[in-house]
């Protein structure tokens, strides 16, 4: 079945500093890659979202300039969380979707950022 | 309207019950309703889904049942085990923008050992 790769599952860094979270979708190619955050014990909230080649969807309130996204190829994206602060500590998860138009979105497992 | 109204937020069901979780939306503009489970520290994994077109799916112990009109839909898990609890998300496939998956707040399951 369909696999994505995520990569750190945790990382913590110190205020201020930049950290970058990898999603590759390892046996099929990604057309649309989605970025989550997610908040102990609460839902899943659509930060953007990213197709190959172009700039990528920010939802409402989502700073774009805090929360850079890279889709660079058909099986990578990237988040790069700039200027990190405590905040910003949460669960990132990322999710892509392959071509076809079938409906086969496959999540990654998750990346924990904890800002000191 | 994007949301995806969940219910309820907690459930607690002795081992060999049924667990029901209720999920309703506003927008016809969804085409597609996956239900997703996921464990503390995990991303979520897609557990069973259905489209508008279909009244009821079943895969084992889970069915989805699907009441177009009254834009209602549940995951119903028979003989639910204690393997069984985590937190259950329903969700919708929006056809506006990039086809995104809007999920609803979740429900934190519990089956009683």
Known sequence: GAVVSQHPSWVICKSGTSVKIE??????????????????????????????????????????????????????????????HPEDSSFYICSARGQGGNYGYTFGSGTRLTVV | ???????????????????????????????????????????????IAIRPDVSEKKEGRFTISFNKSAKQFSLHIMDSQPGDSATYFCAARATWGDDKIIFGKGTRLHILP
């Open chain 2, 1 to 47: 309207q994007q949301q995806v109204k969940q219910s309820p937020q907690s459930l607690i069901v002795q081992k060999g019950g049924i667990s029901i979780i209720n999920c309703a939306y506003e927008n016809t503009a969804f085409d597609y309703f996956p239900w997703y489970q996921q464990f503390p520290g995990k991303g979520p994994a897609l557990l």
């Open chain 1, 23 to 84: 999603c590759r979708s390892l046996d099929f190619q990604a057309t649309t890659m989605f970025w989550y955050r997610q908040f102990p014990k609460q839902s899943l909230m659509l930060m953007a979202t990213s197709n190959e080649g172009s700039k990528a969807t920010y939802e409402q309130g989502v700073e774009k300039d805090k929360f850079l996204i890279n889709h660079a190829s058909l099986t990578l994206s990237t988040l790069t969380v700039t200027s990190a």
